[in-house]
């Protein structure tokens, strides 16, 4: 049986961006997010880079968070493409 690592998060609000990486043109939000499953409760909340494909992709997902307080849920797990474009 495989075991996969699943890092999950609850991103509470945009605190920046959304901003291009000129390299690998990947877009980014800088993010005020909650581990779900905190190795140490003290450090359950912190700042997280969230890249996106898109231009669009980041700026909807932004823009959620204009309307509303309600925390958007992400997966990341091992191996994936290093995105979110939920």
């Known amino acids: 049986m495989v075991v996969e690592n699943v890092a999950t998060f609850k991103v509470h609000k945009v605190k920046d961006g ?40 980041a700026y909807n997902f932004k823009k959620h968070f204009e309307s509303s307080i309600d925390p958007i849920l992400i997966e990341f797990r091992n191996g994936m493409a290093v995105k979110y474009d939920g």
Request: charged content about 30%; glycine content about 2%.
């Open 18 to 57: 959304p901003y291009q990486d000129e390299e690998d043109g990947m877009w980014w939000l800088l993010c005020w997010v909650e581990d779900c499953n905190p190795e140490y409760p003290d450090d359950a909340m912190f700042d997280e880079e969230v890249p996106f494909s898109t231009f669009t992709n």
